[in-house]
């Protein structure tokens, strides 16, 4: 099994200047209900999508046809809330593959990493910056790099590393799987169990 | 230097360290859900292979059942495929489920302590943030995504970061009428709804030690909604008295060596946490939240804050939650009229919840323009308020108990609060649209739920039942 690979990515971005963007924004829980991991892009940011006659609010980011691309850029405390891993995979599935904020809650920043979503964490002014590169040029274009852990406003040639660990680097640039490595650690897992008192 | 309680649990269950800090983590006890679970079970078929520890797993559905009539086939048809493919999956895994309708069913975080399940010492998870519950009793239990339940099912291991450490004191005694929901919330209002991220929370001080079990969990539960990925408290006595007796504790002399082991699990006084917070008791009030995320809470007494201090997006974001909440800075909390009360939830749902909201509207009666749900955590809480007659009192103030489920807290089934609607609740989450979508959601503890329930409006639970 495998994860998809994340290695170096050039796309404009949408912006998102909302805090706290909790999980139950990202997928309301009534769009839980499926027993396999289709169709989550439908439904990303419902509620704030469209209005109470499932009509598309023009003025939220992702019906505004001024911004496209595959970042989303939000601000700080991204994917605070329940643990549901939909909302990774809505983020996703709608198309996705990387999401900047000044900060993620924890759940969420797991969870976005397991499913090849590079959550890529930034200093509050580095986030300013990004906001005010798309408001300049909604068209204006990132690189994101993983290899250097750089990301690039290409307009403004402004940039800045981030913090990834080790481990979820090398999974995310060769699509290794948790599940695979943990399965093949079987015996010391065995070993462990053979002196533990639960 | 000595070792945190958080450190002495988390380092007796690590497998092995990886380069970069991720730890392999054994896990002690599993419980799973219905909504969290099928992908991860679905991950495992396309592995061809089974749950690895699947007696140390435990499943109970709780998110998507309905709180009426839970003996009739369930009505929405994705709801109740979701509820059979649960069941299936245990069933193919030899895994224990507590079905919809047998004594033992219930919210997750209520039935595994109830049953013993949850022990000082452990290593415990489930596809749910409120797993944190579970730290109440010196565990290190935290919420996982859907693939982390899969990791789970398949080694009985995790991959983890080790979080930092916060140790947050409350000193001195709790006043008249302030309930550990009332301790949470205003932690939770003065450290932000993200003051948590990245640590685990151990909770001290005297307000704390003086909590019976149930208030702890309270407590605990909660810890998420300040972003921290846990929360515990050094087992005691008054855990040792919990646990003692339950179906899966360790009984007769097990469960005095057991005890002996459990006395170890405390910080060491010279212990160093990565940050501390200190508070007074004395300081807290009964809660309310105004707002729509769980830091946005004040006393009830006070007045909807103003935007002074606040910029860029923190500006936006305070000026689109009192929108949705159609509330204005300045504007007093108590007398706002309410619509709906919502007793229950896994941070709300236990027999002292109940006893505490009964006794409180004894003698008075509800509201008429407002609707209650009383939804019991779990079959052995509903059981237990009919058996204490607290039925009886509730029906004779005009309520009445519902069945147990997750209910109206995230309002995956049908118990939805209209848009537009007030509700006060003893649940977790105040997000936008949480409990149905355009709900109003203002987060309170049973007590300050039962004065709006006879009042109709917010109300000072202290006045209101002369505590």
């Known amino acids: 099994m495998s994860i998809p690979k994340f290695i170096k990515l050039t796309t404009t971005a949408v912006p998102l200047p909302i805090e706290n963007v909790d999980t139950d924004q990202i997928i309301p829980a009534r769009f839980l209900k499926a027993v396999e991991r289709k169709g989550f892009g439908d439904n990303l940011f419902r509620d704030w999508r469209y209005d109470e006659q499932n009509v598309p609010v023009g003025s939220f980011p992702l019906n505004d046809s001024r911004f496209s691309g595959e970042i989303l850029v939000a601000a700080k405390n991204f994917g605070c809330g329940s643990s549901r891993e939909h909302a990774a995979w809505a983020i996703f599935d709608y198309g996705f593959r990387v999401v900047v904020s000044s900060f993620f809650a924890d759940i969420f920043k797991n969870n976005a990493l397991n499913n090849g979503l590079l959550p890529i964490q930034v200093s509050e002014e580095f986030l300013r910056k990004v906001f005010a590169a798309i408001e300049a040029d909604p068209a204006a274009r990132f690189e994101v790099d993983l290899q250097n852990q750089t990301l690039t406003i290409l307009s403004t040639g402004e940039q800045t590393s981030f913090e990834i660990d080790g481990y979820k680097k090398e999974c995310l640039l060769n699509g290794y799987d948790d599940v695979d490595y943990l399965m093949s650690i079987r015996p010391e897992i065995e070993a462990y169990e053979s002196v533990h008192r639960a | ?467």
């Open chain 2, 1 to 467: 230097m000595g070792k945190t309680l958080f450190d002495k649990v988390w380092d007796a269950h690590v497998v092995k360290s990886l380069d970069g800090g991720r730890s392999v983590l054994y896990i002690d006890r599993h419980y799973i859900h219905e909504v969290t679970s099928p992908v991860a079970f679905l991950g495992l078929k396309n592995r061809g292979v089974k749950v690895a520890r699947p007696q140390n797993t435990t499943g109970t559905p709780d998110h998507n059942v309905p709180t009426v009539n839970q003996h009739l086939p369930v009505a929405e048809e994705q709801s109740r495929l979701q509820l059979e493919s649960f069941e299936r999956n245990c069933r193919e895994h030899g895994i224990e489920c507590f079905a919809l309708g047998s004594p033992r069913h219930g919210v997750v975080h209520i039935v595994g302590p109830e049953q013993g399940i949850t022990q000082p010492g452990m290593t415990i998870v489930c596809g749910d943030s409120h797993t944190s519950t579970h730290g109440a009793f010196g565990a290190v239990a935290f919420g996982i995504g859907t693939s982390e339940v899969e990791m789970v099912f398949a080694s009985q291991c995790i991959l983890q970061p080790k979080p930092k450490t916060m140790r947050i004191t409350v000193n001195g005694k709790r006043g008249k009428g302030v309930t550990a929901k009332d301790i949470i919330l205003y932690i939770i209002s003065q450290i932000s709804a993200s003051g948590g991220t990245g640590h685990f929370i151990e909770f001290a001080g005297e307000a704390i030690r003086d909590l019976s079990m149930e208030e702890r969990m309270t407590v605990c539960n909660m810890s998420i909604e300040c972003g921290a990925r846990g929360g515990m408290i050094a087992p005691d006595q008054t855990t040792f008295d919990y646990v003692c007796g339950r179906n899966r504790a360790p009984q007769g002399d097990d469960f005095d060596q057991a005890v002996e082991r459990w006395k170890e699990l405390y910080s060491d006084a010279d212990a160093r946490f990565d940050k501390e917070y200190t508070f007074d008791a004395a300081n807290i009030e009964p809660m309310i939240t105004y707002g729509t995320n769980p830091g946005m809470g004040i006393g009830v007494t006070a007045a909807v804050p103003s935007d002074e201090g606040l910029s860029g997006s923190d500006r936006i974001s305070f000026h689109k939650a009192l929108e949705y909440m159609d509330f204005k800075s300045g504007e007093k909390m108590l007398g706002k009229k309410i619509d709906y009360v919502f007793l229950g939830s896994c941070t709300n749902g236990r027999i002292e919840d109940f006893r505490q909201f009964a006794m409180a509207v004894k003698g008075h009666k509800k509201a008429e323009h407002v609707t209650a749900w009383l939804v019991p955590g779990s079959k052995a809480v509903e059981a237990q308020a009919r058996a204490e007659g607290l039925d009886k009192i509730l029906a004779e103030a005009g309520f009445e108990l519902r069945q147990p489920g997750c209910s109206a807290c995230l309002a995956m089934n049908a118990d939805k609060i209209p848009a537009g609607k007030y509700s006060v609740s003893t649940s977790n989450r105040n997000f936008e649209g949480r409990q149905g979508p355009g709900a109003r959601t203002l987060l309170a503890g049973p007590l300050v739920a039962a004065a709006a329930a006879v009042t109709g409006m917010i109300a000072d639970p202290r006045e209101v039942f002369n505590l």
